[in-house]
């Protein structure tokens, strides 16, 4: 099992930029990944990284604004969101797992508590 622990979430004006922040502790994982869940809504994935080789992935919806990333020698990963929107606003989650960059909740098996996001318009 691999703890994790976000940071980084809050309250910012669309248009800004907010870096969240993914430590995790334990065993050894291939891929990590971020996902969000809005009020009413299904949890929907975000961006995903798979560590050999540095591949990402992202939802359309943030492609070209948030980028994932991993500092390995902290075994902490980041999301960097730039360009923020309301619709942005969610609780974000960082996730684990072994499968390539995967966008499927059920090949992570270990989450974090995760962090809210707010962007006001």
């Known amino acids: 099992q691999v703890q994790l622990v976000e940071s980084g979430g809050g309250l910012v004006q669309a248009g800004g930029s907010l870096r969240l922040s993914c430590a995790a502790s334990?065993?050894?994982?291939?891929?990590m990944g971020w996902f969000r869940q809005a009020p009413g809504t299904e949890r929907e994935f975000v961006a995903a990284?798979?560590?050999?080789?540095?591949?990402?992935r992202y939802a359309d919806s943030v492609k070209g604004r948030f980028t994932i990333s991993r500092d390995n020698n902290k075994s902490t990963g980041y999301l960097q969101m730039n360009s923020l929107k309301p619709e942005d606003t969610a609780v974000y989650y960082c996730a684990v797992g072994a499968r390539f960059a995967s966008t499927q909740e059920g090949d992570y098996d270990s989450w974090g508590q995760g962090t809210q996001v707010t962007v006001s318009s």
């Open positions: 334990g065993r050894t994982f291939s891929t």
């Open positions: 990284r798979y560590s050999r080789g540095g591949s990402t």
